[in-house]
């Protein structure tokens, strides 16, 4: 029987994190450390400079464990910024080695390897991630084990004065996996 995978994002404090099921929802970035913000902390359009969302973690989970392993873990997205002119994403992939790789989003700070420590490499725009030419994540569950593995992909929406105000499209990203 294959295993059942979830996709969870993390938010709280590190000790004790709350793992927020997404895996078939729509979960927004905005300027709050909730998964489900709704609209009412929308990232602003500064008159100048930028403005940028909390980050956001995401990591997957096995909820059923696996007849044999998981593991080959990548992520992507579509290749193309559908958010507009002015609306950017980056994303990196934290380890989940020593360090634990989660950390709490905070208010406006750059997601930069000096300010999450657990990023591995600094930062790259998501669209540059494709299925072509996915984002390879660490990590990997074997039987008869269950619960979170992987490393995390955290990622951080910037706007810039030039954005449209309202709601930007929605996009799709993927957690992609083999098992044996």
Same mark, same amino acid.
């Given at each position: 029987m294959?295993? +059942?995978?979830?996709?969870?994002?993390?938010?709280?404090?590190a000790?004790?994190?709350?793992?927020?099921?997404?895996? =078939?929802?729509?979960?927004r970035? @905005?300027?709050s450390?909730?998964?489900?913000?709704? $609209?009412? +902390?929308p #990232?602003?359009?500064?008159?100048?400079?930028? @403005?940028r969302?909390?980050?956001? @973690? &995401?990591? !997957? =989970?096995?909820?059923? $464990?696996?007849?044999?392993?998981?593991?080959?873990?990548?992520?992507?997205?579509?290749?193309?910024?559908?958010? *507009?002119t002015?609306?950017?994403?980056?994303?990196a992939?934290?380890? $989940?080695?020593?360090?634990?790789?989660?950390?709490?989003? +905070?208010?406006?700070?750059? !997601?930069?390897?000096?300010?999450h420590?657990?990023?591995?490499?600094?930062?790259? =725009?998501? &669209?540059?991630?494709? @299925?072509?030419?996915?984002?390879v994540? *660490?990590?990997? #569950?074997?039987?008869?084990?269950t619960?979170? &593995?992987g490393?995390?992909?955290?990622?951080?929406?910037?706007?810039?004065?030039?954005? =449209?105000?309202?709601? $930007?499209?929605?996009? +799709?990203?993927?957690?992609? &996996?083999?098992?044996?």
């Amino acid at each position: 029987m294959p295993a +059942t995978v979830t996709v969870r994002r993390w938010t709280g404090t590190a000790g004790a994190p709350t793992k927020t099921n997404v895996t =078939s929802a729509t979960t927004r970035v @905005s300027q709050s450390d909730n998964p489900t913000p709704g $609209t009412g +902390t929308p #990232i602003p359009i500064p008159p100048s400079g930028e @403005s940028r969302s909390w980050w956001a @973690s &995401f990591r !997957l =989970s096995c909820d059923v $464990t696996p007849a044999g392993t998981i593991d080959n873990l990548k992520w992507y997205s579509d290749g193309t910024n559908n958010f *507009g002119t002015g609306v950017s994403m980056d994303g990196a992939d934290a380890s $989940t080695g020593a360090d634990a790789g989660y950390r709490q989003a +905070t208010a406006d700070t750059d !997601l930069s390897q000096a300010n999450h420590t657990g990023l591995d490499a600094a930062p790259a =725009s998501v &669209f540059g991630y494709t @299925s072509g030419s996915p984002k390879v994540l *660490g990590g990997s #569950i074997a039987n008869p084990s269950t619960g979170d &593995f992987g490393d995390f992909f955290v990622l951080q929406m910037t706007v810039v004065s030039t954005a =449209s105000p309202g709601v $930007t499209p929605s996009e +799709t990203f993927t957690f992609q &996996f083999d098992e044996t």
